[in-house]
């Protein structure tokens, strides 16, 4: 009996004891976990592309704010993990970073970016996604995407998670695309003297997510050695010829900067800059840089209008023209034709600007000569200059009438057919006179068709002839049939 009763007060003296000890706060016997945390993330445009920029953002422009709803904690040892994520890339502290902070039951915590820059540092991150290997390679420019941003949060002590409300930040990053360039067209050829400047414009193509940032446009301007090949690659190696900066989407390359010289190739891009006045700058894909341009720089130096050959006599003609207003001066070239290896002779040396009209001489009777006018401007010549062709008269063509001129008769000549007879081939009869051919058709000697001869009885006008039927021999010699002058019918 007095065992019982012994075990009886020392169950009393027990429960006495148990009401009189303190009151304990959750969470602080034996290691449970302190729950719940929730936490919110807040964030303001613009948004980095680089993740390098993460950890060096400041002020309010990214704010964390943690509340731990448990009243009853009096104080919890807290830390934060970041996650960051889209559809294609995920980045995130690989762990909880041990950096320990302390809240209390009830209370709220409000973080900003100079706080949560560790979490971004790239030491402090590992990727995933089908973007990471693209991502990585970018050097950590962000993919354009949909992304979620928000901390969780864990027990220092022992390591459980204990945030259930994550609210969050929800960000979209679409990079600005750079200038488009409308103005020389790609390849194009500005002309030297045909205007005063030349104006090279372009099209913004990030002001949709510029907002309040401010952009400043570097146009440049090179020049592309002479066979220089990547160029468009190696743009940076080139040899500037300007670099100015505009506010304007254009740019008015005038008198005032150094003269582009004709025949040369040049190439230019624009470079688009976005910043703010705390100096941030906005992405832009391509760094901001447009695609490199070509310009093609020549000068316009026409070709002689019209050219007029008159006076042919045996061995003499004269060549008349218009001058181009352009001209610094002239070269005349002639050869005979109907050999296409024959060489060009140059009538003197150089004609002066303000010719008009010039005498070749020497020539050979009954040939024929065909001449080009090329014009010299200040850098460069004309090209394609027209070919004009004549026919020397013959020495005794003097005596001869208009009408119909036939072989001679009784003379042997080469029986011998010519193949084909052409354009510009000349024939020649007994008489010595020289036939050159318009158009022809027929084959083996056999021809019909049309050309022309000169009389000198007309002032050496070329007198258009007819022929039909004609046996021609391979030494381009007459040996039957009759020219006949188109004059006839009004009385030649």
């Known amino acids: ?38 936490s919110q993330t807040f964030l303001q445009s613009p948004y980095h592309y680089n993740i390098n920029n993460w950890s060096r953002m400041t002020g309010n422009r990214l704010q ?31 762990a909880p970073i041990p950096i320990p902070f302390s809240l209390s039951g009830g209370e ?21 996604g089908n973007g990471k290997q693209a991502f990585l390679q970018s050097g950590g420019m962000l993919p354009d995407g949909v992304y979620r941003l928000y901390f969780e949060v864990y027990e220092a002590k022992s390591g459980n998670k204990v945030s259930i409300q994550e609210s969050p930040a929800i960000f979209k990053l679409v990079a600005g695309e750079p200038p ?35 952009t400043e446009y570097t146009f440049e301007l090179a020049e592309i050695p002479q066979g220089a090949e990547s160029w468009k690659e190696y743009f940076h190696t080139l040899p500037l010829i300007l670099r100015t900066t505009t506010s304007q989407t254009f740019f ?39 695609e490199v341009f070509l310009l093609y720089y020549e000068e316009d130096c026409p070709v002689v209008p019209q050219l007029r050959i008159t006076n042919i006599r045996a061995t003499t003609a004269t060549i008349e023209w218009s001058e181009p207003v352009e001209a610094n001066s002239y070269t005349l070239l002639y050869r005979k034709n109907g050999k296409p290896d024959a060489r060009w002779f140059k009538f003197q040396e150089e004609l002066p600007a303000g010719t008009s009209m010039l005498k070749l001489t020497d020539l050979t009777p009954a040939t024929g000569y065909e001449c080009k006018l090329s ?9 394609n200059d027209a070919v004009y062709r004549f026919t020397t008269l013959a ?66 006008t070329g007198v258009k002839v007819k022929f039909k039927n004609i046996f021609v021999n391979k030494d381009y010699e007459l040996v039957s049939g009759t020219f006949t002058a188109e004059s006839d019918k009004k009385g030649l």
Not at 9 to 31: Q, T, W
Not at 195 to 202: A, D, L
């Open 1 to 38: 009996m007095l065992h019982i009763m012994k075990k009886h007060a020392i169950f009393a003296k027990l429960l006495r004891l148990l009401f009189l000890l303190p009151a304990v706060p959750a969470g602080s016997l034996f290691g449970q976990t302190v729950s719940p945390v929730s």
């Open 64 to 94: 964390l704010r943690l509340r731990l709803l448990d009243t009853r904690v009096e104080q919890a040892s807290l830390l934060l993990r970041m996650r960051m994520v889209c559809e294609s890339l995920s980045l995130e502290n690989p």
């Open 180 to 214: 488009l360039i409308n103005t020389p067209v790609y390849g194009s050829t500005q002309y030297y003297g045909k205007q005063t400047s030349i104006r090279f414009q372009w099209t913004p193509r990030h002001l949709h997510v510029a907002g309040f940032f401010l």
């Open 395 to 460: 020495s005794d063509n003097a005596g001869l009438k208009c009408g119909k001129h036939e072989s001679a008769q009784g003379e042997t000549k080469d029986q011998t057919p010519l193949k084909k007879l052409m354009r510009f081939d000349q024939v020649r009869n007994s008489n010595g006179f020289i036939f050159e051919i318009e158009e022809a058709e027929g084959q083996d000697g056999i021809f019909s068709g049309s050309g022309y001869t000169h009389i000198p009885l007309l002032a050496n």
């Open 252 to 290: 008015d390359y005038g008198q005032e900067y150094t003269q582009l010289i004709p025949g040369k190739r040049y190439a230019f891009r624009v470079h688009a800059k976005c910043s703010n006045a705390e100096n941030e700058q906005l992405y832009i894909k391509n760094d901001g840089y447009s």
């Open 108 to 128: 709220e915590l409000l973080l900003d970016a100079d706080a949560l820059s560790t979490y971004f540092l790239p030491s402090n991150l590992s990727y995933g």
């Open 375 to 383: 014009v010299q401007c200040d850098y460069s010549h004309s090209e």
